[in-house]
């Protein structure tokens, strides 16, 4: 199945100079929708069991974050 896709011309551009015999545009384009779909697909399950942490109750205050923030650099700079 074939779907046509305005891309703007600095994009053809580049894409012009990094294409070679051995690697075509359409390998680089469909490369490069692979590589963001699977990142995107990593992030939203990332952000969805974060969700699910947040609603099981496992966050803490803001004032109990800058709390161990600050037992974080005091062991630090006691180690140091």
């Known amino acids: ?15 012009d100079k990094i294409a070679s015999p051995r690697l075509t545009k359409e390998a680089i384009v469909k490369q490069a929708i692979q590589d963001r779909l699977e990142y995107e697909e990593w992030k939203q399950k990332k ?3 974060s969700l699910k942490r947040v609603d099981s109750g496992h966050v803490v205050s803001k004032d109990e974050f800058w ?12 180690a140091a």
């Open 67 to 78: 709390d161990q923030l600050a037992k974080i650099k005091n062991a630090r700079k006691k």
């Open 47 to 49: 952000v969805n069991a």
């Open 1 to 15: 199945m074939n779907h046509a896709v305005d891309i703007p011309q600095s994009l053809l551009k580049r894409l």
